[in-house]
């Protein structure tokens, strides 16, 4: 396969996989356009080929019990990047809480491989996890909140991420039934959402993950 050139002697590294040598593998889960086309995809060499339905459909038999909420009120650019480690972990399930229309820039396309469920309001999320007996708690820098780098978290929890700059809503506050925050040695009073995001989601991976 040749790599595009981008000047003299430079050259894009390749993504994925191009069309697949005939014949092709008799296995339902691959999609003929990718083996015809290539498989461009951010997925893993597992997934090369499979369709975005047999994708879903296998991580669906292996979901870790964390889930991922997010407010929405001001169509922040980190949620796709939260949305992105999200499904790095496999996550159970992603919240948007608030306007229905998220950006999803940064997610890369991740999405699709995940459960994104829609919530209007906090109160409308609180009631989701108190049906499933699902605790809970906030990730922020707030007076009152407890260090992450030395708690144990739920295995199973929904992990509650406020907007960028603003953090956690007051509502949102209220609904959780703990608040972490992440130690910070600098100036800054916090880090981007994003980062936030995937130090919490890898400090409960620590602990209930096996590699």
């Given amino acids: 396969m040749v790599e595009p050139e981008i000047g003299p002697g430079e050259f894009y590294p390749v993504v994925g996989v191009g069309p ?8 339902a889960r691959l999609d003929p356009e990718l083996l015809a086309n290539g498989d461009r ?7 090369r080929y499979w369709s975005v339905e047999a994708i879903v459909k296998d991580l669906d038999t292996k979901r870790n019990p964390l889930r991922i909420a997010i407010e929405n009120w001001q169509h922040d650019l980190n949620i796709g990047s939260i949305v992105r480690t999200a499904n790095a972990f496999n996550v159970a399930s992603v919240h948007i809480v608030g306007k229905r229309d998220w950006n999803r820039r940064g997610a890369m396309v991740t999405d699709k491989y995940l459960h994104v469920i829609h919530h209007s309001d906090v109160k409308e999320l609180k009631d ?3 049906q499933r007996e699902i605790t809970l708690i906030g990730i922020d820098n707030l007076p009152g909140s407890v260090p992450l780098e030395s708690s144990e978290i739920p295995r199973e929890v929904v992990m509650f991420f406020g907007q960028e700059g603003a953090g956690i809503s007051e509502e949102g506050q209220r609904a959780c039934a703990k608040i972490y925050d992440i130690a910070q040695y600098g100036s800054t009073r916090s880090i981007n959402a994003s980062a936030a995001g995937a130090i919490a989601m890898y400090h409960w991976g620590l602990q209930h993950l096996k590699r």
């Fill in 128 to 130: 989701w996890c108190s």
């Fill in 41 to 47: 995809r951010n997925v893993s060499d597992h997934y």
């Fill in 20 to 27: 697949h040598p005939l014949p092709w593998p008799n296995d």
